[in-house]
Nanobody, 124 residues
Framework: QVQLVESGGGLVQAGGSLRLSCAASGRTFSLYGMGWFRQAPGKEREFVAGINRSGGSTAYADSVKGRFTTSRDNTKNTVYLQMNSLKPEDTAVYYC?????????????????WGQGTQVTVSS
């Protein structure tokens, strides 16, 4: 079992930055690829970013590429999402998820564990 707890969400003006954190329980965090997803009101949940077990490989949705960066610290059982140049369309509940795999997957049905989500609101 892996429990995930996100933090760092909030209200920010367009052009601002936020850093989300996702803390994982358990001693096997380094065996999981991690993903970030978001769900805006009235929309389906979508892939935002992913990072492999070691942190050596990442992937991003086109809509956030160049603005968001994901990283992880396996000694702290934590994955991060640095969000810069935020836009109102980035407003959503952001979730982290863990996938017991070597690879990065964009498909939410592949993920085994999910956090409760953290709200990010970007004002114009």
């Amino acid at each position: 079992q892996v429990q995930l707890v996100e933090s760092g969400g909030g209200l920010v003006q367009a052009g601002g930055s936020l850093r989300l954190s996702c803390a994982a329980s358990g001693r096997t965090f380094s065996l999981y690829g991690m993903g970030w997803f978001r769900q805006a009101p009235g929309k389906e949940r979508e892939f935002v970013a992913g990072i492999n077990r070691s942190g050596g490989s990442t992937a991003y949705a086109d809509s956030v590429k160049g603005r968001f960066t994901t990283s992880r610290d396996n000694t702290k059982n934590t994955v991060y999402l640095q969000m810069n140049s935020l836009k109102p369309e980035d407003t959503a509940v952001y979730y982290c998820a863990a996938d017991y795999t070597l690879w990065i997957t964009r498909r939410e049905e592949e993920y085994d564990y999910w956090g409760q989500g953290t709200q990010v609101t970007v004002s114009s």
